[in-house]
């Protein structure tokens, strides 16, 4: 069973903790401006919560992103955009209005992940089914380009200076995942 399949048939929750791996090797981070109230790690120095309004808050240095999922994910990403600096985690589907409005020529760089992850319960456990779409982290900002390269999480794709190309980048990456 894949993460979207399960939440179509039971679950509402928008909290699906990122693998805390991935944070490790892509962080140190200033800011996450979207955490549930009790986390069971640190994903960034400043951690903000529904009741602080993370959309709306201030947001400061490097920011980690993985939004809450549904309509309000573009909202999220947009400010991202607009902030400049740190990765969001988003689906990676190329297509949609969301990702052409916040991710084609305003981002730095985009690693398309190798495989699936599966992410975690609020309580840190891992779920048994992965996340069941292909998974896109989006730089903006050079520092997290090279956050990207060095993850070797995935595939990166880093646009050209200037244009509203992207130049791929193979570098090698973890197999086996
Ligand atoms: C996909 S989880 C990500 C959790 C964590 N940041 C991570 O990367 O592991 C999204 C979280 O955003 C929280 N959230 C929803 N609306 C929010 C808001 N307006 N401000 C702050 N957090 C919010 C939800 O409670 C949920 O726990």
């Not at 693998?19 to 994903?43: A, I």
């Not at 689906?91 to 991710?103: H, K």
């Not at 990166?156 to 990456?173: F, S």
Request: aromatic share 10%.
């Amino acid at each position: 069973m894949s993460l979207s399949s399960h939440q179509s048939a039971a679950m509402k929750s928008s909290t699906w903790l990122t693998p805390p791996e991935w944070v490790k090797v892509l962080g140190p981070f200033d800011t996450d401006p979207c955490c549930p109230p009790v986390m069971p790690w640190s994903t960034a120095t400043r951690m903000l919560t529904e009741a602080q309004d993370g959309l709306t808050a201030p947001w400061e240095g490097r920011v980690w992103l993985n939004p809450p999922f549904g309509q309000q994910a573009a909202l999220w990403l947009r400010r991202m955009a607009q902030h400049g600096n740190g990765i969001a985690l988003v689906p990676a589907r190329t297509e949609t209005a969301m990702f052409y409005e916040s991710v084609w020529g305003k981002a730095d760089s985009i690693c398309f992940v190798k495989g699936r992850p599966h992410f975690h319960y609020q309580d840190g456990l891992r779920a048994a089914f992965d996340s069941g779409a292909p998974i896109a982290l989006v730089a903006y900002g050079r520092d997290n380009t090279q956050a990207l390269r060095s993850s070797r999480l995935g595939v990166v794709l880093t646009e050209q200076v200037g244009a509203c190309r992207y130049r791929c980048c193979l570098l090698p990456y973890e197999t086996g995942g």
